[in-house]
């Protein structure tokens, strides 16, 4: 069986197969499926400074409390911390 694609101004483009009209149905839901990912990627990474922020507080508190100590940090990560902290506070 075939189905007639049509284009926006009416022309007739030319026939498809049920099978070509299966592939391009799939391919478009594919295509939905990427762009709504992407939406969802785009969504979280705009949301990625305030939660770096979160976890900055975050690790104030718990040293602020006694639950770790900068010192359980190794060398690189103190630094990056400290860095971070003075161009806050800067």
């Not at 939905?32 to 992407?38: E, H, L, M, Q, W």
């Not at 949301?47 to 979160?54: G, I």
């Not at 104030?60 to 770790?68: A, F, M, S, T």
């Amino acid at each position: 069986m075939k189905h007639i694609a049509i284009s926006r101004a009416g022309v007739v483009e030319r026939s498809l197969t049920a099978e070509e009209v299966t592939q391009k149905e799939s391919q478009e839901a594919a295509l939905a499926a990427a762009r709504a990912a992407a939406q969802r990627i785009a969504a979280i990474a705009a949301t990625d400074k305030d939660m770096a922020r979160v976890g900055e507080d975050l690790l104030d508190i718990l040293i602020v409390k006694g639950v770790v100590s900068l010192d359980d940090f190794p060398a690189q990560a103190r630094e990056k911390i400290n860095n971070r902290k003075a161009l806050r506070n800067g």
